[in-house]
């Protein structure tokens, strides 16, 4: 929580009208609660992380301007463990998700829960805690199989649980912990899957930026003001950082990043 208030803050970047309205009204009736942001796409989205930090930032994935995921990264960049970012979801599709957990999601909220549940979510993220439904949990699983310390993992007994379909409050209740801890728990899986943002140069994301506009290499070195023998090497050091070894591979990890749109 926001050292200097009592209250929960939350900005919220959703172009989705009903639901944002509905999110704004439940939270401004709690006295709990403060919304402190709204933005309806990605570039006001962007423009929310050079004002006042909230504990949670909620985001959409699917902005009609591009990828939410930029936001995430965004503001994992600039406010690091300071603020909780989490999506808001229909679906709760896995692979979304772990995208999102990737670029530094904490967790998500779903639209469809009642506006008690958006709260209740709200305040488990703020005091450092995260969801993880089944499909969720055995993703956790599988890639924490690839470590031979899996077993060892504190949180292991409770993602078989949750899993299982073991609400997160009757896991804990079963492994005789406090929903608290739990919670606590499962957002020290979502710390590890953060990954890092590949190393970009200014000159090397300009470069990929401008790709990603269509711009033929000829063009980007004239825009760029250096040769097209440049740009054609700034080109292969990107694409080794971003793990690709062609442009349509790279400008995908690029946008998985969150460093386009």
Not at 76 to 98: F, I, K, N, P, S
Not at 190 to 210: A, H, K, M, N, Q
Not at 215 to 221: I, K, L, T
Request: net charge negative; glycine share 8%.
């Amino acid at each position: 929580m926001n050292a200097h208030s009592s209250r929960v803050t939350v900005a919220l970047v959703e172009d989705h009208p009903e639901f944002r309205e509905a999110l704004i009204a439940t939270v401004q009736s709690s006295d709990r609660h403060q919304i402190i942001g709204v933005s309806k796409d990605l570039n006001a989205g962007l423009q929310l992380l050079d004002g006042e930090r909230p504990d949670v930032l909620l985001v959409d994935l699917g902005l009609p301007s591009g990828s939410g995921l930029k936001v995430i990264r965004a503001a994992q960049l600039r406010w690091g463990q300071h603020c909780t970012t989490a999506v808001v979801t229909m679906t709760g599709d896995e692979d979304d998700l772990m995208n999102a957990i990737g670029a530094g999601a904490k967790g998500y909220i779903y639209k469809s829960d009642q506006p008690k549940q958006w709260l209740k979510g709200i305040d488990g993220l703020a005091m450092g805690q995260s969801p993880a439904h089944p499909k969720i949990a055995q993703r956790f699983l599988q890639q924490l199989a690839h470590h031979s310390s899996t077993n060892e993992h504190p949180a292991h007994n409770l993602l078989l649980h949750l899993a299982s379909g073991y609400t997160l409050e009757e896991a804990a209740e079963h492994l005789k912990v406090t929903e608290q801890l739990a919670g606590e728990l499962v957002r020290t899986v979502y710390d590890g899957f953060l990954i890092p943002l590949p190393d970009l140069s200014p000159r090397e994301l300009e470069l990929i930026t401008l790709l990603n506009k269509g711009y033929a290499f000829r063009m980007c070195a004239e825009l760029m003001g250096v040769s097209e023998s440049t740009t054609k090497t700034q080109a292969a050091r990107a694409y080794q950082k971003l793990g690709a070894n062609n442009l349509q591979t790279a400008l995908y990890e690029a946008r998985l990043a969150g460093l386009i749109s």
